[in-house]
């Protein structure tokens, strides 16, 4: 496109940039009234020990349906809520809806499972997120022991503030996971400094370990890392018999992914839970259960 300096600047965007342009402000508008019009909503995706194939925990992960049909994947929409601030708003409501369902499960017949959320670099450079999160505690009564945030390994990492307000976190009693590691560009010595207790393998080196031996070199270095620093390790995307068994061998610790279950509506995940572990709820032994 042409572009000129100064007042008068030209700016001329070629087709797909103004589809581009045009998609991200129609989501900006739309993202504003999504949320007080409910359009979000949360899944839950177990976590599993490879050890004996307990469930220990679960992701949350946010959902956006459009009212006229359809949904906007979070890879589409997050970026655009960071930019536009919205994020702050948006994962508020994450971490109050993901508190409320731990204690639900956790007072009833589920159990008491860890409730991994997602958080936005966005929302820990924001100086009121602490008082916030402790509001959300005290208002569902959760223990922050049961609660893990999960931040995505990036550049942002190696910002003090960031660094500071993840220490701030682990302080209150938060558990900290590391997410998407190996695909972000921080250092070995500032994921030491990370007061973290879980590393998550990205699903693209999940995805290509039984093809690719470099996935495998750099799964089973993620491991060994993890490891050596104190930290468990799970792979996230798990999808075959394969990659299990290649991550079990490897030492990896715990698994997520689709060959054990989707991300699902707080009800299915229930039903799951209880379906899978008859010695959760007695009432309902595997001969009962059609
Ligand atoms: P993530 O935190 O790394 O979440 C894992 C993503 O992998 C999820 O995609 C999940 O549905 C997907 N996944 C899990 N197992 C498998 C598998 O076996 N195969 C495949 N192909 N995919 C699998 P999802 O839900 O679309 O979320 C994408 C990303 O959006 C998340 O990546 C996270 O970075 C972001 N996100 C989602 N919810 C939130 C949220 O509440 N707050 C923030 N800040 N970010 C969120
Ligand atoms: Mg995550
Ligand atoms: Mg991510
Ligand atoms: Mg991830």
Request: aromatic content about 6%; charged content about 25%.
């Amino acid at each position: 496109g042409a572009k000129r300096g100064g007042r008068g600047r030209i700016l001329r965007f070629d087709p797909v940039m103004e589809e581009e342009l045009h998609g991200r402000l129609s989501l900006v508008s739309r993202l504003a009234e999504a949320q007080s019009n409910g359009q979000f909503s949360l899944v839950y995706q177990p976590q599993l020990a490879l050890s004996d194939g307990t469930t220990f925990g679960s992701e949350a992960l946010l959902r956006w349906q459009l009212p006229e049909g359809g949904w906007v994947p979070p890879d589409r929409f997050i970026p655009v809520a960071e930019d536009a601030g919205h994020i702050l708003s948006l994962g508020e409501w994450v971490l109050r809806q993901a508190c409320l369902a731990q204690v639900r499960w956790r007072d009833g017949a589920v159990g008491r499972l860890r409730m991994a959320v997602n958080v936005s670099v966005r929302q820990l450079r924001d100086e009121n997120f602490v008082r916030g999160a402790e509001r959300i505690l005290t208002a569902c009564n959760a223990d922050p022991r049961d609660i893990e945030l999960e931040i995505t390994e990036s550049h942002a990492m190696e910002n003090d503030q960031v660094l500071a307000m993840v220490r701030v976190l682990r302080g209150m009693g938060f558990s900290i996971a590391i997410d998407d590691f190996g695909t972000g560009y921080s250092s070995l010595s500032r994921l030491q400094q990370l007061p973290a207790s879980v590393l998550k393998i990205d699903r693209s080196f999940v995805t290509d370990l039984g093809t690719l031996p470099e996935s495998r070199s750099i799964a089973a270095t993620i491991v060994k890392v993890g490891h050596e620093l104190g930290m468990t390790v799970l792979a996230e995307g798990v999808e075959t018999a394969e990659q299990e068994e290649i991550l079990r061998s490897l030492g990896c610790d715990a698994v997520q992914g689709y060959l054990y279950a989707k991300p699902m509506p707080a009800e299915r995940f229930e039903r799951w839970i209880l379906e899978r572990s008859p010695e959760r709820s007695p009432e309902q032994s595997p001969a009962t259960v059609s």
